[in-house]
């Protein structure tokens, strides 16, 4: 069965230190994975990867794609406490029954 | 460009009521998906519609069902409510049914008591 699990499940952190977020996945017709960032409700788009070891950054936030060990993470640098949200990772699964298998995501708390 | 608009955003409803929710997508987008979030189970995925057609579908009963008319707006429809129901469901549109290009609409919160 297709599975994208995430680690740590929660995590608080202060001010400045710098966070790794992990993803691994196993879904049958890998086509890409996804991460998106949940404040209050809507998850937002930050990343999507398709090919291995090209990191995709933007700003404090980078991802890096690692498709022999089926895993990412998402790294930020420089936390702040706007940084503070659910963390979501997915895996689009391609062909007939094309769909995102989704993480269970990772609470992040930034503390002042 | 207006977003994903979801109504309503909050619900109370009884064991074996029915609902209908409600999604706007963005203007232009032709496909609209609907995900269940719920604390233990994360997101997952109901179903998308693409040009008024069910274009895919997970693994919910029967009671979870959808449509999605000519002008792209699309309902879901959740009968014969259980307290498992509780959840947000949100909504994404995208332009052409790509995933990977989807934006998400606010959800709304169901609460079955």
């Known amino acids: 069965e297709d599975k994208v699990v995430q680690s740590p499940l929660s995590l608080v952190v202060h001010e400045g230190d710098t966070v790794t977020l992990n993803c691994s996945y196993e879904?049958?017709?890998?086509?890409?994975l996804l991460w998106y960032k949940q404040e209050k409700k809507a998850p937002t788009f930050l990343f999507m990867l398709?090919?291995s070891g090209i990191e995709k950054k933007s700003g404090r936030l980078s991802s890096i794609l690692d498709k022999k060990e089926l895993f990412s993470i998402l790294n930020i640098t420089a936390t702040q406490t706007g940084d503070s949200a659910v963390y979501l990772c997915?895996?689009?699964?391609?062909?007939?029954?094309?769909?995102?298998?989704w993480g269970l995501g990772t609470s992040l708390a930034v503390n002042p | 460009k207006a977003g994903v608009t979801q109504t309503p955003r909050y619900l109370i409803k009884t064991r074996g009521q029915q609902v209908t929710l409600s999604c706007s997508p963005i203007?232009?987008?032709?496909?609209v998906s609907w995900y269940q979030q719920t604390p233990g189970q994360g997101l997952q995925f109901l179903f998308e519609?693409?040009?008024?057609?069910?274009?895919n579908k997970g693994n919910f009963p029967g009671r979870f069902s959808g449509r999605q008319f000519s002008n792209s707006r699309s309902e879901m429809n959740v009968s014969t409510l259980e307290l498992g129901d509780s959840a947000l469901y949100l909504c994404?549109?995208?332009?052409?049914?790509?995933?990977?290009?989807?934006?998400f609409g606010p959800g709304t919160r169901l609460l079955v008591l």
């Open positions: 994404a549109s995208s332009l052409l049914g790509n995933h990977e290009t989807q934006y």
């Open positions: 203007s232009g987008h032709r496909s």
């Open positions: 519609y693409f040009s008024e057609t069910q274009r």
């Open positions: 879904v049958t017709n890998f086509r890409s």
């Open positions: 398709t090919s």
């Open positions: 997915a895996s689009l699964r391609a062909g007939n029954n094309r769909k995102l298998i």
